[in-house]
């Protein structure tokens, strides 16, 4: 990526990395040893981004299966709204990343349950599966083993309210007298354009 005045680069801010990407991308390798340590699987192909999860904003990551693939490479997503990278008991974007690359190994194919509940709880990962935290010894281990990352290139993004459209009044236009109406997309679909008051079948919608 060529570095702009709003993208330095790397080596002028002291970071390694200058993108999100390649930092979680980098940051999944630096935790594998953990994974080593309970004999679990190799990692499949994969590939991790930061960006929101389908299925709103609520969800702070997300793991899509290889088979929805293109390539056949399995797709992790971490929220933009997460900047800390571990602390027990709070989100943070290491043990998040860590919940995601269990279902990569597992293959989505079991939920939370199951291998992944095991996988889980072996590597300290604790609460409620479906959304899982680090422990205190967790956390101190994550940001160890990341520590020679550097900064995650990245800021909290806030999740802001987007004002919701309101339904689009179409124009609709008398022929004859330029009468002119509006209305919906939903009665000209189910209705048609509606007759003047002169009797002339309206056009629309206009521009």
Not at 31 to 37: A, H, K, N, T, Y
Not at 73 to 101: C, M
Request: charged share 20%; proline share 5%; aromatic share 6%.
């Amino acid at each position: 990526m060529t570095a702009t005045a709003t993208q330095p680069r790397a080596a002028e801010t002291g970071a390694k990395f200058s993108t999100r990407e390649e930092w979680l991308n980098a940051a999944a390798q630096a935790i594998r040893p953990l994974f080593d340590e309970i004999g679990a699987a190799d990692y499949p192909k994969f590939r991790v981004s930061c960006g929101f999860p389908k299925g709103g904003r609520k969800a702070i990551g997300q793991a899509w299966s290889a088979k929805a693939s293109g390539d056949a490479t399995a797709e992790v997503f971490i929220s933009p709204k997460l900047e800390r990278l571990a602390e027990a008991g709070q989100a943070g974007v290491l043990d998040v990343l860590l919940h995601e690359l269990i279902h990569v190994i597992d293959r989505n194919e079991n939920g939370h349950k199951g291998p992944f509940r095991k996988m889980a709880k072996a590597l300290g990962l604790e609460g409620k599966m479906t959304a899982t935290v680090a422990s205190d010894a967790l956390a101190t281990r994550l940001l160890h083993l990341t520590a020679e990352l550097g900064p995650y290139p990245h800021a909290q993004l806030s999740q802001l309210t987007i004002a919701k459209q309101s339904t689009r009044m179409l124009k609709v236009q008398c022929p004859g007298c330029g009468f002119i109406c509006r209305t919906t997309q939903k009665w000209l679909d189910e209705v048609g354009t509606p007759t003047c008051a002169c009797g002339i079948e309206m056009e629309g919608p206009a521009s």
